[in-house]
Nanobody
Framework: QVQLEESGGGLVLAGGSLRLSCTAS????????LAWFRQAPGKEREFVAT????????DYADSVKGRFTISRTNAKNTLHLKINNLNPEDTAVYYC??????????????WGQGTQVTVSS
C-alpha cells in the first residue's frame, strides 16, 4: 500500500517557474515507475511525464518537452517536476502516480490528491 501527496502548486505569472513535489508518506517508491498527469477544467486527464523505476529512462508529452523536467530521489521517497516558462495553457490540477511507468493513466495503481497550478497572463 502506497500513499502519495503532492505539493508546490500555486498561482504564478506567465513565464515563471515552479517545482512540484510528490512524497510517499506510506510505502516505498523504489520499485515503481512514477509519473505526472494533469487535468484542466472541462478536459480529460493528460499525460505529462514519467520516469522509470531505475531513474534512467524518462518520457515527456510533446506539449511540455524542453520546459518540464521529471526526477526522483528514492532515498527521500520523492518525485519532482521542475516547470519552466509557464504559460496559461499549463493551468491544471497536477497529479503524481506510481505504477508501471507507462503513459496511460490506467497503468498506475496509486495516485495523489493533486496540487493546483494556476498561471495568469
Amino acid at each position: 500500500q502506497v500513499q502519495l501527496e503532492e505539493s508546490g502548486g500555486g498561482l504564478v505569472l506567465a513565464g515563471g517557474s515552479l517545482r512540484l513535489s510528490c512524497t510517499a508518506s506510506r510505502g516505498s517508491l523504489s520499485n515503481y515507475g512514477l509519473a505526472w498527469f494533469r487535468q484542466a477544467p472541462g478536459k480529460e486527464r493528460e499525460f505529462v511525464a514519467t520516469v522509470s523505476w531505475t531513474g534512467v529512462s524518462t518520457d515527456y508529452a510533446d506539449s511540455v518537452k524542453g520546459r518540464f523536467t521529471i526526477s526522483r530521489t528514492n532515498a527521500k521517497n520523492t518525485l519532482h517536476l521542475k516547470i519552466n516558462n509557464l504559460n496559461p495553457e499549463d493551468t491544471a490540477v497536477y497529479y503524481c502516480a506510481a505504477g508501471a511507468g507507462a503513459s496511460s493513466y490506467n497503468t498506475y495503481d496509486y495516485w495523489g490528491q493533486g496540487t493546483q497550478v494556476t498561471v495568469s497572463s
